[in-house]
Nanobody, 115 residues
Framework: VQLVESGGGLVQPGGSLRLSCAAS????????MSWYRQAPGKERELVAV????????NYADSVKGRFTISRDNAKTTVYLQMNSLQPLDTAAYYC?????????WGKGTLVTVSS
């Protein structure tokens, strides 16, 4: 199993970014996917989850209405569209899958929101 995040970077407050997580090594369309983030000095926290077919999503209260999780099963990729970014969104963002009873993480992509 391999998860590779991309799309992070430096953005000004109020800006947008779209993160991608390219997945391989498992039947992507059979598993829900999730995005987590970890800010410096803080614990990793759940940001958003999406069901295997993409029909069910859920978000942390702190990002509801600003972030959108989606997936393209043909491309085996999950996305996180982040709008109205705030400095508190600064963190390393990770995608995760639980497949066949095992937890897999990507290496993360860094998002910095600063003027």
């Amino acid at each position: 199993v391999q998860l590779v995040e991309s799309g992070g970077g430096l953005v000004q407050p109020g800006g947008s970014l779209r993160l991608s997580c390219a997945a391989s090594g498992f039947r992507f369309s059979s598993y829900g996917m999730s995005w987590y983030r970890q800010a410096p000095g803080k614990e990793r926290e759940l940001v958003a989850v999406i069901s295997s077919a993409g029909s069910i999503t859920n978000y942390a209260d702190s990002v509801k209405g600003r972030f959108t999780i989606s997936r393209d099963n043909a491309k085996t990729t999950v996305y996180l569209q982040m709008n109205s970014l705030q400095p508190l969104d600064t963190a390393a963002y990770y995608c995760k899958v639980v497949a066949a009873g095992m937890i897999y993480w990507g290496k993360g992509t860094l998002v910095t929101v600063s003027s």
